[in-house]
């Protein structure tokens, strides 16, 4: 006869029932997009955009079809100029005459508290105030982890700089 | 001594197996990709190409290298002309010289029966009938999704239009 | 009373801890990109790059903004004039100034071993011997896989030929 103690069939439950984060951060990336002009300070450049377009200014019509990849700091806190927990790598694509992004990147996470990578992937409804995209998989700290991370925008300069807050919770990990 | 109701390992075990997919859609995505004139009906786009080719015309060679940025009305039928439940976005890469594809896409579901994302990742061997991708990821009522979507061309039209069935199973949700 | 055989629990407790691996795989890939003269031989070109570059050189800064689209042979061994047992196709996108990468990819495997696909996501830092990235998905013998691969550099050879050592491990699947 096989005996299991209660709290792990509690614990079990809470983790189908998909109310019981593992783990929960929050962060801060920041982006500068490259204008032709500071390739000193850009964190990210359009690399690719439909034939009506360059790779300077982002394109007219919600700015579809331009495919920006980025490398941007990873940030405890709202001040670019804090030191840095890691980087956030990858691409965004605008998908949308209104502004919808598709999003593919990386947390690459390197300090004291955190070893290791998280990565993203979904679609960003850049105008709206929270969205959600997947957590699609981990690596070191967060092997195998998976769940939701909600994009908050926190701050937008023009076109060429915002600060997104990012709240991940994990509802899977090992 | 722990109680567990035949029913819920019952269930437990069909989970483990993976002969139970908790939710079944079917939808269309229709495809009409730029060709430097249609402008005004096109919901895709080439952004990115190799040396040899062009933004306005699909590579030859299998069209390799062409990176297409797509948003496109997905629909329950397959008229192209019948009231779309969300948007098909994200991009489609041509990777190898017979027609294969990388997808990397979410479909954004907005109606009064779903709401939420399903994302997409994955190869697609377009010449042949029925060919699976994974779906690695959900938001809103696809919290936590993973499963299989089964794609098949359902009509081509030239190099421009395209319509695709998907048949999404979902063998993980919460 | 429902009984569970001792065994049942114990690699349900193993597949908990992530401790046990249910497939193993190790393949090499191999990757030619195009110069602008290897036409015939290149299983990658550049299709996109920022401003500041071209298609036919990997860019400055780390080759930051770089996106490749490859279609390249898996083969059992190290030998490029082996037969391939499937494809590696997707791309990869220079996203840091000192040599990472973001991957998105797929192993179409072909032979009588195995028949399906393996989606794989995530930072590659290439200058890290040995590193790892997530797998988030899969089809056919790979139905609904998730895991880790550990990718070392077995070979490069200047800016246009590389191979790549890939040790997969699945800790989920059905």
Redesign the interface.
């Known amino acids: 006869?096989?005996?299991?103690h209660?709290s792990v069939?509690f614990l079990f439950f809470l983790y189908?029932?998909?109310t019981f984060a593992m783990h929960a951060l929050a962060l801060y990336f920041h982006n500068i997009i490259?204008n032709?002009k500071n390739?000193e300070n850009a964190t990210s450049?359009?690399?690719?955009?439909?034939?009506?377009a360059?790779?300077?200014t982002l394109a007219g019509q919600g700015r579809?079809?331009?495919?920006v990849?980025?490398?941007d700091p990873i940030i405890l806190d709202n001040n670019l100029h804090s030191t840095p927990v890691g980087?956030a790598?990858?691409?965004y694509?605008?998908?949308?005459?209104d502004l919808?992004a598709?999003l593919?990147?990386?947390f690459?996470l390197n300090s004291t508290d955190h070893q290791g990578?998280i990565?993203f992937?979904?679609?960003d409804?850049i105008v709206v105030k929270a969205r959600?995209?997947?957590?699609?998989?981990?690596?070191?700290d967060f092997?195998?982890a998976?769940?939701?991370a909600t994009i908050m925008t926190d701050s937008i300069e023009g076109v060429v700089y915002f600060r997104l807050h990012v709240d991940i919770k994990l509802?899977?990990c090992?």
């Open positions: 006869m096989v005996k299991l209660p069939l189908l029932s998909g490259y032709g390739a450049a359009i690399v690719a955009a439909p034939e009506w360059n790779l300077t579809f079809g331009d495919v990849v980025f490398d980087r790598q990858g691409m694509i605008y998908d949308k005459k919808y598709y593919a990147f990386t690459v990578t990565t992937n979904g679609a409804p959600d995209i997947s957590v699609v998989g981990g690596t070191g092997f195998m998976r769940g939701i509802y899977e090992w």
